[in-house]
């Protein structure tokens, strides 16, 4: 795993050699990625490393698909290599996000990514020839919808190794692609020189932070002056009020701390120093969009709904409802 995850590196240190705003990122990367790999913090390190070396002697894919709903990675597999595939993702597994069409293997995640990225990317400006930023990008579905429509550089940043090795698997087979994964926070990240990414992402993030100030503050200072930033989360209902702090679980997650309503987000982006906010979306949370599947089973959202009521959480809160709002530094 940590062989397959520096490999992967080795055409990205160069092209953080060609901007000054990176120096922060090569002077303080190396330390941080290695204590984010340290093989003692994590147990299931060795299970990782079993899959990625099974799947290293698979042939990479003739073709690749990064503009349509499943990451498509298409050849032909020999009579022992399709088992090889199907065992080293099974050891993978939960797969949250995805699809993704590896050769004869569809593994169908628990969330449909392309439905969120269907709902969002026909906000964004042309990202053809832009540097992106993901800000908790799971096993990194979006990265590759995001290159799939022209992005010169994306660079996801995730601190669950699980996800990292479902990226370094994908990755094997689709081949090199200007798309790398770094396995940290967003705290964790060097902010670099007067920031260096035409679009920051962060869908999903924002809720689990216990200050979200200091995430949108850090996202920030990862954005060129004038780039984007494009947030994702969830949101209460306008007739709610302005917050939601769940007292516990909210839709049986733990780590859930703010949830706001979109005028109070966007109070929170201009007292952060944002500028032209706009709201671009906002959708409520279905069965077609998370749901438990074979590749990720156990608990999923209709689990979380009140069965007598699924307006609510079994909480008792507003079910999950999200939304987009664009904004730039
Ligand atoms: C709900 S998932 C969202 C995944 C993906 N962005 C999407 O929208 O489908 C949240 C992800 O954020 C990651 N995460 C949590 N805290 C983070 C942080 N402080 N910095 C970066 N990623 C974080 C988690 O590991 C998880 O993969």
């Known amino acids: 795993m940590i062989s397959h995850f520096y490999h992967h590196l080795h055409n990205f240190w160069p092209l953080l050699e060609q901007d000054k705003a990176f120096k922060t990122w090569l002077r303080q990367l190396p330390e941080r990625l290695s204590e984010a790999l340290d ?37 032909t597999l020999d009579k022992e290599e399709q088992p090889i595939l199907i065992e080293a993702a099974r050891k993978l597994m939960p797969w949250r996000k995805g699809p993704y069409q590896l050769f004869d293997l569809y593994i169908d ?39 799939g429509v022209g992005a010169r550089m994306v660079v996801g940043i995730d601190p669950t190794l699980l996800f990292l090795a479902q ?14 994964f770094l396995p940290l926070a967003l705290e964790q990240l060097p902010e670099p020189v007067n920031g260096a990414f035409d679009l920051v992402f962060s869908m999903g993030v924002l809720y689990h932070r216990r200050s979200p100030m200091d995430h949108l503050l850090q996202l920030k200072a990862q954005l060129k002056p004038g780039g984007t930033l494009v947030l994702e989360t969830l949101v209460v209902p306008d007739d709610f009020g302005q917050l939601l702090v769940p007292q516990g679980r909210y839709a049986q997650m733990k780590n859930v701390w703010f949830i706001p309503s979109v005028a109070e987000l966007s109070r929170w982006l201009t007292r952060c120093g944002y500028r032209r906010i706009r709201h671009v979306d906002t959708t409520p949370t279905t069965a077609e969009e998370q749901r438990a599947t074979d590749w990720s089973k156990g608990q999923s959202l209709n689990d979380f709904l009140d069965p007598r009521d699924p307006s609510r959480t079994v909480e008792g809160y507003p079910a999950p409802l999200r939304a987009t709002v664009l904004a730039e530094k």
């Open 167 to 180: 990226f370094l698997l994908v990755r094997h087979l689709l081949g090199e692609h200007p798309v790398w």
């Open 39 to 75: 093989p003692d913090g994590h147990g299931h390190l060795p299970r990782f490393q079993t899959a990625l070396q099974a799947a290293a002697r698979l042939p990479q894919a003739e073709r690749v698909h990064l503009n349509q709903p499943a990451i498509t990675a298409t050849g």
């Open 109 to 147: 995640s628990e969330w449909r990514s392309d439905i969120k990225w269907a709902r969002i990317s026909t906000h964004l400006p042309d990202l053809t020839g832009q540097r992106i930023l993901d800000v908790g990008c799971g096993s990194g579905y979006h990265l590759w919808r995001m290159r």
